[in-house]
């Protein structure tokens, strides 16, 4: 779907699913609440569970009326509009989160732009699923992440993966 096609989506949409993902509650479970950024949160989900459990949340998606809910269902939020494929980079600095989560959308620049936003330390939580149009392939999500203490990761119908930015960068050169 397009962003245009996402907005009605929402804007006709009754009730708000306020279910997390299970993966996101797994590895978030066992985390100090710090900073948070929710890639492609949609109607906010993912962020309103991170929020009520102490976390400061950024969520960002492309369409407005997914970050009006957002904005309007939880003021602690800080919902911003952001066209996550327009070949930017996250306007945030390096090593601002301690949590990235981008669940059930598949743009892969964002794998690099959620290690560079991560802290070191903290966490990335991905799933995107292997079949479909947006289909992510066998491998690929632990290829992304290479670099990274892979805690998790399983692959069926959604490949998943939990993954900690290393406290130190190792080294080959003296």
Not at 46 to 73: C, K, S, Y
Not at 87 to 96: I, R
């Amino acid at each position: 779907m397009n962003l245009q096609e996402w907005n009605e989506r929402y804007r006709t949409r009754e009730e708000i699913d306020r279910e997390p993902a299970s993966l996101l509650v797994q590895a978030a479970c066992d985390l100090t609440p710090r900073c948070a950024l929710d890639l492609a949160c949609g109607a906010g989900r993912n962020a309103f569970w991170l929020a009520d459990r102490g976390w400061n949340v950024t969520a960002i998606d492309g369409a407005p009326e997914a970050i009006r809910i957002v904005g309007e269902l939880d003021p602690r939020i800080d919902a911003r509009v952001l066209d996550l494929e327009s070949g930017a980079t996250l306007p945030f600095e390096d090593e601002s989160f301690d949590l990235v989560a981008i669940l059930f959308y598949l743009h892969r620049p964002l794998f690099a732009e959620a290690k560079r936003v991560v802290r070191r330390g903290g966490v990335v939580v991905a799933a995107a699923r292997m079949s479909g149009t947006y289909a992510i392939a066998a491998g690929e999500m632990r290829a992304a992440f290479e670099d990274f203490d892979v805690l998790q990761e399983r692959e069926g119908e959604i490949a998943e993966i939990i993954a900690r930015k290393r406290h130190f960068i190792h080294s080959n050169t003296l």
